[in-house]
C-alpha cells in the first residue's frame, strides 16, 4: 500500500527516473529492453569479462575458449545496435589477450567504416616483476560510431601548465603570395612572380626583419605573422630563431595514460576508473540526461559517473555483486558520496533509480511441469499445445471466466513479486506515465486496467 502510494506522487514516473539497474544475463536483457530503449543511448561503454586463461582471480567467468568469448560479444554487439543513436558511440575496453579478435568482431559488427580511435589506457600503478616479458602496463579502448557521418565528437582540451613556445617553420617547402608592400624590403633572390604576375616568396618580415625558412620547411602567412606581432604570440630567441607561442589548451590524443585505467574504492577487483567514464561521456554525449548503457556493469563505474554527470543510464550485470556491490554503490552516490571525480564536478547527491530482475529462461524450465498427454483423452485442438499442459500455466496465470465468457490473466501467480507494470512497459516498448491502484498509464496516454489484463499482450511471457 506505501508503494503504491508513493508512485502516485510522481506523475511521470519514467521520465523522472535517472536509471535502471538490471539483474539479468545480458543478451537476454538486451533483448527485454529493445523496444523499449530502441535507438535512445548516445553512449555504450562495456569492460567485458577478458579472454584470460583463468578465472581465479575474479568475480565472473574469464576462461573462455575464443569462438565461446567472440560469440558472447558478437551477438551482444547485434543486439546494442538496436539501442544506440545515429549519432551515438560505443567503447570496448580489452587487453593484449583479445585486443586483436575484438578489433574484427566491432568490424564486423559496426563496420570499418564506423572505427574512430584505438585508445591507449594505463592498467595500474602497482609493478609486478614476472617471467621473461615486458610488463604489461596498458589496456586497449576501441572507439567506434553507430554512423561516423552523424557521430558526436567533443573535442576535449586541457590547459597547459606553462607558457611553451615553438618554431613557427613547418613540413613543406611553399612559395606563396606576399603582400606587394614588402617586396622592396626582401632580398631580390628571395622573391619571386607567379603566372598571374604576383610577387611570392618563402621569406617573411618578422619585426620587419627577413627571415628564410630550413629548406624543406615552411613560414606562415605574412598575414598571419603580422597579427601574431600585434597579439604578442611571437618572438625571436636567443639563438636569433623566430618563435610562436604555442597554445594554452592542448588537445587530448588517443594517448590515456595520464591517469591509472583501474581503481579501489569498492572492493572489485577490475572496477573501472570514474576519470576514464568521466572522459568517455564528455567526449560521446552532448547533452545532459543523454542516456548511457552499460551490459557488462561490474562494479558500476558507468552507472556512478553518469548520475553524477546528470546523465540518464542503464545497467545490466548477472552475479551476485549486483547486491553486493553494485547496488549499495548506487545507493551512496544518490547520498553524495565523495570518491572518484565526486569532488571535481561537485556532486551533491540526489537522483532517482529503479532496479530489478529478469526471470531466466533457466528459471522458467526449471519451474515447469507437464501433464502426460497420453495418459488423457485429447479434447480438442487446444489440449495438443505443449505449455497447456504446464500446470502453474494453465490453471493458474490464465483461466476461462464462464460466466463472463473472456480469459482472465493473474501474472501475481507467475512470481510473487512480478513488477507487473514495468512488465507490461516493456512488453509494449511504451515508457511508464503513471501507476495508480489497478492501473498503469503509459506516455503516449494508453492505459491497461491491471486486474483485466488483455492475454493477447502477455502472450509472449508464456508461449515462446
Given at each position: 500500500d506505501i508503494e503504491l502510494e508513493i508512485l502516485s506522487i510522481f506523475d511521470d514516473i519514467d521520465n523522472q527516473l535517472d536509471g535502471w539497474l538490471i539483474h539479468s544475463e545480458n543478451y537476454q536483457a538486451l533483448n527485454t529492453i529493445k523496444n523499449k530503449f530502441r535507438e535512445k543511448v548516445q553512449t555504450i561503454y562495456i569492460d567485458p569479462p577478458f579472454n584470460l586463461e583463468s578465472s581465479d582471480q575474479f568475480d565472473y567467468r574469464t576462461n573462455y575458449k575464443d569462438s565461446s568469448w567472440l560469440s558472447l560479444l558478437e551477438n551482444r554487439y547485434e543486439l546494442a545496435l538496436f539501442h544506440i543513436k545515429n549519432e551515438g558511440s560505443f567503447f570496448t575496453r580489452c587487453d593484449a589477450n583479445g585486443n586483436y579478435l575484438v578489433r574484427?568482431?566491432?568490424?564486423?559488427?559496426?563496420?570499418?567504416?564506423?572505427?574512430?580511435?584505438?585508445?591507449?589506457?594505463?592498467?595500474?600503478?602497482?609493478?609486478?616483476?614476472?617471467?621473461?616479458?615486458?610488463?604489461?602496463?596498458?589496456?586497449?579502448?576501441?572507439?567506434?560510431?553507430?554512423?561516423?557521418?552523424?557521430?558526436?565528437?567533443?573535442?576535449?582540451?586541457?590547459?597547459?601548465?606553462?607558457?611553451?613556445?615553438?618554431?613557427?617553420?613547418?613540413?613543406?617547402?611553399?612559395?606563396?603570395?606576399?603582400?606587394?608592400?614588402?617586396?622592396?624590403?626582401?632580398?631580390?633572390?628571395?622573391v619571386k612572380y607567379d603566372k598571374n604576375g604576383k610577387p611570392i616568396s618563402r621569406a617573411r618580415l618578422i619585426f620587419n626583419k627577413e627571415f628564410l625558412p630550413p629548406n624543406g620547411r615552411r613560414f606562415p602567412t605574412q598575414e598571419s605573422i603580422w597579427e601574431m606581432e600585434k597579439n604578442n604570440l611571437i618572438r625571436i630567441n636567443a639563438n636569433g630563431n623566430p618563435q610562436m607561442l604555442k597554445p594554452d589548451k592542448i588537445p587530448m590524443t588517443d594517448n590515456w595514460t595520464d591517469f591509472i585505467g583501474y581503481s579501489s574504492n569498492w572492493s572489485f577487483a577490475t572496477e573501472n576508473s570514474e576519470v576514464l567514464l568521466q572522459r568517455i561521456i564528455y567526449t560521446s554525449s552532448p547533452k545532459e540526461k543523454d542516456l548511457v548503457l552499460d551490459y557488462f556493469m561490474g562494479s558500476g563505474t558507468t552507472q556512478a559517473v553518469a548520475?553524477?554527470?546528470?546523465?540518464?543510464?542503464?545497467?545490466?550485470?548477472?552475479?551476485?555483486?549486483?547486491?553486493?556491490?553494485?547496488?549499495?554503490?548506487?545507493?551512496?552516490?544518490?547520498?553524495?558520496?565523495?570518491?572518484?571525480?565526486?569532488?571535481?564536478?561537485?556532486?551533491?547527491?540526489?537522483?532517482?533509480?529503479?532496479?530489478?530482475?529478469?526471470?531466466?529462461?533457466?528459471?522458467?524450465?526449471?519451474?515447469?511441469?507437464?501433464?502426460?498427454?497420453?495418459?488423457?483423452?485429447?479434447?480438442?485442438?487446444?489440449?495438443?499445445?505443449?505449455?497447456?499442459?504446464?500446470?502453474?500455466?494453465?490453471?493458474?496465470?490464465?483461466?476461462?471466466?464462464?460466466?463472463?465468457?473472456?480469459?482472465k490473466v493473474d501474472l501475481t501467480k507467475l512470481h510473487k513479486n512480478i513488477d507487473i507494470p514495468e512488465t507490461l512497459s516493456h512488453l509494449l516498448g511504451k515508457f511508464i506515465k503513471q501507476i495508480k491502484q489497478g492501473e498503469v498509464v503509459f506516455t503516449d496516454g494508453t492505459k491497461i486496467d491491471l486486474n483485466n489484463i488483455d492475454y493477447k499482450i502477455i502472450k509472449p511471457l508464456i508461449w515462446w
Open positions: 574484427q568482431v566491432k568490424d564486423k559488427s559496426f563496420g570499418n567504416e564506423n572505427f574512430i580511435n584505438e585508445i591507449i589506457l594505463s592498467k595500474s600503478n602497482r609493478i609486478k616483476t614476472k617471467g621473461t616479458k615486458f610488463l604489461s602496463w596498458h589496456d586497449t579502448l576501441f572507439f567506434y560510431a553507430k554512423n561516423k557521418a552523424k557521430l558526436f565528437f567533443n573535442h576535449i582540451t586541457f590547459n597547459r601548465e606553462s607558457e611553451e613556445w615553438r618554431s613557427i617553420d613547418n613540413d613543406g617547402e611553399s612559395w606563396a603570395v606576399i603582400p606587394e608592400e614588402i617586396v622592396e624590403k626582401l632580398s631580390k633572390e628571395n548520475q553524477k554527470l546528470n546523465r540518464r543510464w542503464l545497467g545490466v550485470e548477472m552475479g551476485e555483486h549486483f547486491f553486493t556491490v553494485v547496488l549499495p554503490r548506487m545507493k551512496k552516490v544518490l547520498f553524495g558520496e565523495q570518491s572518484g571525480i565526486s569532488k571535481d564536478v561537485n556532486w551533491q547527491g540526489g537522483g532517482f533509480f529503479k532496479y530489478f530482475s529478469l526471470e531466466q529462461y533457466e528459471e522458467v524450465l526449471n519451474k515447469v511441469k507437464y501433464e502426460d498427454k497420453n495418459a488423457m483423452p485429447v479434447k480438442d485442438i487446444y489440449s495438443q499445445y505443449l505449455f497447456l499442459k504446464d500446470l502453474k500455466l494453465a490453471d493458474e496465470v490464465i483461466k476461462l471466466d464462464n460466466e463472463s465468457e473472456s480469459i
